[in-house]
């Protein structure tokens, strides 16, 4: 199962996309966990994109326990494939997180933040950042620069602490994060 999944990533970094969901396929329906939630990647990026097929995918992926693949359905709950439900989005975004996805720590974190899929929780959602930060993922050094800016989560204001953390957010890629260093 992993030489399919190999050869499905292969085949997508070659721009063949619809190619690579064969192998791919055969990969998760072999419970390969990454050829599930590759699949699902796959299907989203498709010319005419597959979503029913993604969820279907990365479901089976976060089943198996992969980190990503929780993720990723976590992100289809928010904004693209699926009908809006921030409290699943929340769900599979803790799992992605405990799973040890540090990209579904930060963005579990922004729910909690935002209060979205259910209570808002400050104190966690900067112990999220922090901890997706220190992994240097970018999105959790630029939220970690809000909590900092604004004295979020039981954290002093320090706009200097801030300024290095949109920086360390910036360098990563995180768009937010750039847009934060130039201040409100």
């Keep these: 199962m992993a030489a399919c999944n190999e050869h499905g990533v292969d085949l997508y970094e070659a721009g063949k996309s619809e190619q690579a969901l064969i192998p791919l396929k ?18 989203n990026t498709l010319a005419a994109p597959d979503y029913t097929g993604a ?6 992926a ?9 993720s990723e359905l976590g992100s289809a709950f928010i904004d693209r494939q699926a009908h809006i439900d921030l409290e699943a ?18 963005d579990f974190g922004m729910l909690l933040a935002r209060g979205e899929g259910g209570p808002a929780d400050m104190d966690r959602a900067v112990q999220l950042f922090q901890k997706a930060c220190a992994a240097d993922v970018a999105s959790g050094c630029g939220r970690l620069g809000l909590s900092y800016q604004h004295g979020f989560g039981g954290l002093p204001k320090d706009l200097t602490k801030a300024k290095e953390l949109f920086d360390q ?14 201040g409100p």
């Design 26 to 43: 055969t990969a998760c329906a072999g419970d390969l966990p990454r050829g599930c939630t590759n699949l699902g990647i796959g299907q």
């Design 55 to 60: 969820i279907a995918s990365f479901t089976r």
């Design 62 to 70: 976060c089943e198996l326990g992969h980190a990503t693949g929780c």
């Design 89 to 106: 989005a929340r769900k599979f975004k803790d799992k992605a997180c405990e799973l040890g996805s540090m990209d579904g720590c930060s």
């Design 169 to 182: 957010g910036c360098k990563g890629g995180d768009e937010e994060a750039c847009a934060n260093q130039k």
